[in-house]
């Protein structure tokens, strides 16, 4: 099985995993550091309810394992079609290691569907076989299982701090600390490979960027964001992180330029989650930026699209919406005003962000008035766990072609309307994609024309939620583009076009008897998998 990672960050929990995509079978090996019954699943949100499972070990009578789903979190209930086979379980030194495999795609309504979209793994572990609640043995970790890609060999261990220095996290809800910084010795240009958060409170790290400045910025600071300081124009992503996510390795082709010609400074910008008004928290967070000095072949960008808040135009989410979706649009066109021609952008990874209603985030790319792919996708978005995703393979964006994001919220536990803003309570609807060549490009969002909007009073019906989210929808859109020098243009008469139905997998039922080996035992197949890695 040529894929493998821990599933907890004491290296306790192994999961190794092949697949056969043309028979449609995937196989898994777990291991785990215990005498106990250990399980495994898929979840639709990182938790217990929905979640589709198998637990297993090996008992005083031999091996026991099935196929479980959860309704709530308790003990999860007997699947009616057992759709995982086991194919071994052993005990030996102190660990349980479990084999088995399923369809990819199941026709079981009690089981979860494998994408190639991410999905969230939960496990959890005893230290004997009576299954009963498992306590901290238990974790979540999102992963893409059909378009994983394994880190590789690493060129340098050479690295760049950027981080806060034991600052002091006022007792407020949302608090945004932002530290310019002058990187005047990083005179020739670096390539960085590879981005690890260094997180020191993680129950308050909400989410961190780091910002190229543009030319004018000449000055640094270490001190709240957004009070009016020049530095409030650095809007150019360099590396970004949000909670819950991971290090971020990028492919072996493709590096972020950092260092060499134009600005030195950069701007650090992290937002603090702090809903229990702590007072006296210190923390010294931030970013571990892994550089090589051997220039890849393509330099990484970050483009930032969706919906923000504009501060002369209101958006506001009624209360008690069961969904309410809103969207930002890009139309690629207007970016020949900063580069012509542009170059085909090659997306290959994204970051999604929402806030606390957020509950589904899409990304359509639109070709001649017509949605062609989704540049992103995650149908059970968790706040609390916002990862850098691979799209699983290399996706082109040509001039022209049209950008949507899509964000889908649900307020019906407020009382009062959510805002478009920056606290962790009011929302915003952001995809930060990853794609080379990077060109001179750092943001191209969107903002309907709510000036034509008359007084609303927004304790609404269901049908009078559903009819104002599509005004809202078809009003004028307002799109803000920048380059990385804060060079700010703003276009008319954007349109949101529909988007499609996120595509639902075929499914199948259990195969287990059918043989499998492309992707697990095949030496050809492992051949054609390597050169399909090289080739993303």
């Not at 995937?26 to 637990?55: E, H, Q």
């Not at 209603?357 to 949605?371: E, L």
């Not at 008359?454 to 380059?483: C, F, G, V």
């Amino acid at each position: 099985m040529p894929f493998m990672l821990y599933l907890d960050p004491n290296n306790l929990v192994r999961l190794n995993w092949g697949f056969d995509s043309l028979q449609g079978i995937i196989t898994f090996k777990l291991a785990i550091n215990t005498t106990g019954w250990v399980s495994i699943g898929l979840s639709p949100n990182g938790g217990m309810r929905g979640s589709d499972m198998v637990i297993g070990g090996f008992g005083p009578s031999g091996n026991y394992f099935a196929d479980y789903y959860a309704t709530g979190n308790s003990m999860p209930l007997l699947d009616t079609h057992q759709s995982y086979t086991l194919l071994s379980l052993s005990e030996s030194e102190g660990q349980t290691v479990m084999t088995f495999q399923r369809s990819i795609q199941t026709c079981d309504n009690q089981d979860l569907q494998i994408t190639a979209q991410p999905i969230k793994l939960i496990y959890a572990y005893g230290t004997t076989d009576d299954i009963t609640y498992h306590g901290a043995r238990r974790g979540t970790k999102e992963v893409n299982l059909l378009n994983y890609v394994p880190r590789t060999s690493l060129p340098t261990r050479n690295y760049l701090n950027v981080t806060v220095n034991n600052i002091t996290i006022p007792a407020i809800k949302t608090y945004y600390h932002c530290k310019v910084m002058n990187f005047s010795n990083l005179n020739t240009k670096l390539h960085i490979y590879q981005i690890e958060p260094v997180i020191e409170n993680y129950d308050i790290v909400h989410h961190m960027l780091l910002h190229r400045c543009p030319s004018f910025v000449t000055e640094t600071y270490d001190k709240p964001c957004y009070m009016g300081d020049m530095g409030d124009f650095c809007f150019s992503v360099v590396a970004a992180w949000g909670v819950g996510g991971e290090v971020l390795t990028l492919p072996e082709n493709a590096g972020i330029p950092i260092g060499g010609e134009g600005s030195s400074f950069y701007r650090l910008e992290i937002h603090y989650n702090n809903p229990n008004l702590e007072a006296g928290r210190k923390d010294s967070s931030g970013l571990r930026l892994y550089y090589t000095t051997q220039l890849r072949q393509h330099d990484v960008g970050i483009l930032t699209a969706g919906l923000l808040g504009f501060a002369n135009l209101e958006y506001s989410i009624p209360p008690k919406a069961t969904q309410f979706r809103t969207y930002g649009v890009c139309n690629t066109t207007v970016l020949s005003q900063f580069i012509n021609p542009m170059p085909d952008l090659q997306m290959f990874a994204v970051l999604l962000h929402t806030h606390l209603t957020g509950r589904k985030v899409r990304v359509g790319q639109y070709r001649n008035g017509k949605q062609i792919d989704f540049l992103g996708l995650d149908e059970n978005y968790n706040f609390e766990l916002q990862q850098v995703t691979s799209l699983g393979n290399v996706k082109t964006v040509k001039q022209g072609d049209d950008i949507v994001v899509e964000c889908t919220y649900s307020t019906v536990n407020r009382t009062t309307v959510t805002k478009m803003g920056l606290a962790t309570t009011d929302e915003m609807c952001l995809a930060f994609m990853f794609y080379y060549p990077a060109v001179n490009i750092s943001m191209c969002i969107s903002h309907p024309n709510t000036t034509q909007l008359t007084n609303t009073n927004y304790q609404m019906s269901d049908n009078e939620i559903a009819r104002y989210e599509s005004l809202l929808k078809t009003l004028p859109q307002a799109q803000l583009i920048s380059d990385k020098d804060a060079d700010f243009r703003l276009y008319q008469n954007g349109i949101v076009m529909d988007m499609m139905k996120t595509p639902n997998a075929t499914c199948q039922r259990n195969s287990s008897n059918r043989r499998y080996t492309s992707w697990i035992l095949d030496p050809v197949g492992m051949i054609l998998f390597l050169v399909w890695i090289v080739m993303i």
